[in-house]
Nanobody, 125 residues
Framework: QVQLDESGGGLVQAGGSLRLSCVASGIVFGSYVMAWFRQAPGQEREFVATIDSWNSGQTRYADSVKGRFTISRNNWQNTAFLTMNGLKPEDAAVYYC?????????????????WGQGTQVIVSS
């Protein structure tokens, strides 16, 4: 059974930083592409970032977070991270971790079969 558990969300002032974590179980973690999406109230879930499997180093970011957010992974710890710097009020959302077995760096929700429950990020102005 695949399980993704996010943590690290919370309240932060604009301009601040947070680091989200996603611990995976039930999969060979290194074989999976990992991604982060977010969903603000009343809006659709949107792509944030994705990182290729193993240690290929390939990543992809939404334009809105490029240069501020960094996605990374530690295959030994079965954990994916999203380091968020320079947070803005518009970054406030529930952040979801997602996983897919196939290669590639897609940015659509339908390409990821496995999802966590989400962790909330609140950014005060």
């Amino acid at each position: 059974q695949v399980q993704l558990d996010e943590s690290g969300g919370g309240l932060v002032q604009a301009g601040g930083s947070l680091r989200l974590s996603c611990v995976a179980s039930g999969i060979v973690f290194g074989s999976y592409v990992m991604a982060w999406f977010r969903q603000a109230p009343g809006q659709e879930r949107e792509f944030v970032a994705t990182i290729d499997s193993w240690n290929s180093g390939q990543t992809r970011y939404a334009d809105s977070v490029k240069g501020r957010f960094t996605i990374s992974r530690n295959n030994w710890q079965n954990t994916a991270f999203l380091t968020m710097n320079g947070l803005k009020p518009e970054d406030a959302a529930v952040y979801y971790c997602a996983a897919r077995y196939a290669r590639g760096l897609p940015n659509t929700t339908s390409d990821y079969p496995y999802w966590g429950q989400g962790t909330q990020v609140i950014v005060s102005s």
